[in-house]
C-alpha cells in the first residue's frame, strides 16, 4: 500500500466523492479512481459501493481500512514533522541528561537558549553520572552534564560553567559573621560533604594536612540540596557552588564564611557523543556555551 492510495481514499471517504477528493488534491478524478482501485487490489475486495448517481458508501471493507489508513496517515505526518524538526533549529526536542547537583548549572544557558528558540521542547532528564556515557551513547540524550571532562574520543566536553565555592555554615555560627576566616579557625569543626568526590574536599584535605589541623568529615549526602539543609539544621559546615547557594545567602537562611586561602573554582562540562550527530536543536545548545570558553 502507498501512502498516497491511502490518502486519495480517505479523501474519497471524507468528501464522498471522487470528483471533489480529486479537485481537494489537485489531481483528476482517473487518477483517484486508479488509486482506488489498487488498494482494493492489494485488499482482494471493494472499497466502496459504486452506485450510478449515487455517492460512494464504503463497504465493510471500506470502513475497517478507513480507520487504519487515518491513523498511518496521521503518524506518517507526525514523523514528518519530528524530521523536519531535526533539520530546523526552531522546533524539535531536545533531551539532555544531568544528575540533580548539575541542573541548577544549566539555567543560565538554558534561559538564553530558550529566549533564541521558544519552540523547541526541553527535557532535562535525571541521569546519574555513572550512566552519563551510556545514555549518550544510546541516543536517550543528545547532551550532558558531568563535572569533569570525559576522556574518551568517543564523546566531546565543552566548559559549562565555572564558579567560586562557598564555605557555608549555619546563620548564627560564630565564623558566620566575620569577614575573614582562616582554616585553623575550622579546626574540629563537624564538614558534610557530597557523597561523591569533590575536588573542594580533596582540597580541604591536603590543606588541613599542611597546617597540622585536624579535620573532621561528619556527614556525607546525596545532594547539594540536601547538604544546604542540612547546614541550615546546624549539622556542619560544608561548600557549595556559589550558584546553589546565592538564594538561601540573601534569604539568610545560612551564612558564607570567606576563606583567606581561597578554595579551588567548580566546573562542569557539557558532553556529546561524537558518534552520533546533533539535530540542529541541540547543536544550538552545544555552541551556546562555546561563545565564552573553547570546546576540549
Not at 449515487?54 to 496521521?74: C, F, I, K, Q
Not at 507526525?78 to 548539575?102: C, H, P, W
Amino acid at each position: 500500500m502507498e501512502f498516497w492510495d491511502l490518502q486519495a481514499f480517505v479523501t474519497v471517504a471524507s468528501e464522498r466523492s471522487f470528483k471533489r477528493a480529486g479537485l481537494k488534491l489537485g489531481r483528476t478524478q482517473p487518477a483517484i479512481s486508479l488509486a482506488v482501485r489498487r488498494l482494493e487490489e492489494d485488499v482482494g475486495g471493494q472499497l466502496f459501493h459504486r452506485k450510478p448517481s449515487r455517492s460512494p458508501e464504503l463497504t465493510e471493507a471500506g470502513h475497517t481500512l478507513l480507520d487504519y489508513a487515518t491513523r498511518v496517515l496521521a503518524l506518517r505526518e507526525e514523523a514528518q514533522r519530528a524530521l523536519d524538526g531535526l533539520k530546523d533549529v526552531r522546533t524539535g526536542t531536545l533531551a539532555i541528561g544531568a544528575d540533580e547537583s548539575f541542573s541548577a548549572l544549566l539555567w543560565p544557558v538554558i534561559e538564553c537558549y530558550r529566549a533564541r528558540h521558544p519552540d523547541v521542547r526541553l527535557e532535562v532528564r535525571h541521569v546519574s553520572p555513572s550512566h552519563l556515557a551510556a545514555s549518550l551513547m544510546a541516543g536517550e540524550i543528545a547532551l550532558g552534564v558531568s563535572d569533569v571532562p570525559v576522556c574518551d574520543s568517543r564523546f566531546s566536553s565543552v566548559v559549562l560553567s565555572s564558579e567560586d565555592v562557598v564555605l557555608i555554615a549555619p546563620p548564627a555560627h560564630p565564623l558566620a559573621g566575620r569577614r575573614v576566616a582562616h582554616c585553623a579557625d575550622l579546626a574540629d569543626q563537624p564538614f558534610l560533604a557530597h557523597d561523591r568526590a569533590f575536588p573542594t574536599v580533596g582540597w580541604l584535605t591536603q590543606l588541613f594536612d599542611r597546617l597540622d589541623t585536624p579535620f573532621t568529615l561528619a556527614m556525607t549526602l546525596p545532594s547539594l540540596h540536601a547538604l544546604r539543609l542540612a547546614v541550615q539544621r546546624g549539622w556542619g559546615l560544608t561548600f557549595l557552588p556559589r550558584s546553589c547557594a546565592a538564594d538561601a545567602i540573601d534569604a539568610g537562611l545560612i551564612g558564607a564564611i570567606r576563606l583567606r586561602e581561597r578554595a579551588p573554582t567548580r566546573q562542569s562540562w557539557l558532553v556529546r557523543c561524537n558518534e552520533r550527530q546533533l539535530a540542529h536543536a541541540a547543536q544550538a545548545f552545544w555552541n551556546a556555551p562555546s561563545g565564552a570558553v573553547e570546546a576540549r
